[in-house]
């Protein structure tokens, strides 16, 4: 299929910072988390910016698009997400959609996904401490991007307390 401009020169962005995540890693042995992303036309410009922020975490990043701000369907990139997570070839997700649920939505329908729809760094530490979420999704069309750092950086820097937890969220895939 022939791709457009603007997918041709993301795709030639992307490449140039995989070699760059490789060189890191290189360097940083041990240091990687690998991260998927997904997004549609409404998430874009986030999931961009994410990515970039994320780089200059040095963490690496899969980018499971979308790649332009043409409109598409939510479902097509959460998939490829969750699928990439149910096969650990990536540890954590985060998703934007405008208002993060149709994307939120498609990611639950896999049984290894536990997608949560975080709108306050509160909300992500519980869904991490708590319900031991794999994908962070947001609502891009609601907020704003420096909340959507403080949203990820509390996210990634907190991990599930097990315990009680354990026993409710290993019931949640019993129905
Ligand atoms: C796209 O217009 C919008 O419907 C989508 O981004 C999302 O909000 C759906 O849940």
Known sequence: MKKNKAEGEMIDHENKMMEMFKKKREENPGKEKKIGLACDHAGFEYKEKLKEYLFSKNIEVADFGCYSEESVDYPDFAHKLAKSIEKEENELGIQFCGTGNGINMSANKHQGIRSALCWNPHIAEQARLHN????????????????????????????????????????????
Request: hydrophobic letters at 40%; zero cysteines.
């Open 132 to 175: 031991n979420a794999n994908v962070l999704t947001m609502a891009a069309r609601h907020l704003e991007w420096e909340e959507v750092e403080k949203i990820v950086d509390t996210f990634l820097s907190t991990q599930f307390e097990g315990g009680r937890h354990e026993t409710r969220v290993n019931k949640i895939n019993i129905i």
